[in-house]
T-cell receptor
Framework: QQQVKQSPQSLIVQKGGISIINCAYENTAFDYFPWYQQFPGKGPALLIAIRPDVSEKKEGRFTISFNKSAKQFSLHIMDSQPGDSATYFCAASISRNTPLVFGKGTRLSVIA | ETGVTQTPRHLVMGMTNKKSLKCEQHLGHNAMYWYKQSAKKPLELMFVYNFKEQTENNSVPSRFSPECPNSSHLFLHLHTLQPEDSALYLC???????????????FGEGSRLTVL
């Protein structure tokens, strides 16, 4: 049973465009929602994270939008750049004190 | 530069071989993890150690045997593996999963395992 469902599996965006990746979860006990970014040949690295007490968190060009009632959260990358090309994983955990459960990942390609 | 180092980066082994993956972290963390990464699948948690004590075993087959001699080192011993075990094995560390922590996992670059 997949606890965190991520879509799309792959995404191609023009340089300067907006990349949007979506995740949905079932376990209402989840209260910590990070996004990880993984470049080829590297391990994933934390990009941005949100708690459910806020509906949006922005860090530079990266924004998480959170909809608690729908049990969904998404990553928006504004002004997407070729250097953003990577695989993005959403994840969730309970109170940051349990191991993270990851989505399947989205492979993003930003083309010039 | 990552604070989590994994060796070897690539490993090819036969089904009857015995090999080990090594992970070392220099971040002062006390929790260490093994994850399995396969194409088109979520990152699969295999094992978690907190303060050298195994706190999670995610129904991993016994042909994978973890060892955590201290908070800085983690091993994954491999024996009689199957071709479907071929994957990228990622080690990670964090502050302990007991009590407050940032929730952030720091990953190594992984060990790419191929089982023939």
């Amino acid at each position: 049973q997949q606890q965190v469902k991520q879509s799309p599996q792959s995404l191609i965006v023009q340089k300067g465009g907006i990349s949007i990746i979506n995740c949905a979860y079932e376990n209402t006990a989840f209260d910590y929602f990070p996004w990880y970014q993984q470049f080829p040949g590297k391990g994933p690295a934390l990009l941005i994270a949100i708690r459910p007490d806020v509906s949006e968190k922005k860090e530079g060009r990266f924004t998480i939008s959170f909809n608690k009632s729908a049990k969904q959260f998404s990553l928006h990358i504004m002004d997407s750049q070729p250097g953003d090309s990577a695989t993005y994983f959403c994840a969730a955990s309970i109170s940051r004190n349990t191991p993270l459960v990851f989505g399947k990942g989205t492979r993003l390609s930003v083309i010039a | 530069e990552t604070g989590v180092t994994q060796t070897p980066r690539h490993l090819v082994m036969g089904m009857t071989n015995k090999k080990s993956l090594k992970c070392e972290q220099h971040l002062g963390h006390n929790a260490m993890y093994w994850y399995k990464q396969s194409a088109k699948k979520p990152l699969e948690l295999m094992f978690v150690y907190n303060f050298k004590e195994q706190t999670e075993n995610n129904s991993v087959p016994s042909r994978f045997s973890p060892e955590c001699p201290n908070s800085s080192h983690l091993f994954l011993h491999l024996h009689t593996l199957q071709p479907e075990d071929s994957a990228l094995y990622l080690c990670a560390s964090s502050l302990p999963t007991r009590g407050e922590n940032t929730g952030e996992l720091f990953f190594g670059e992984g060990s790419r395992l191929t089982v023939l």
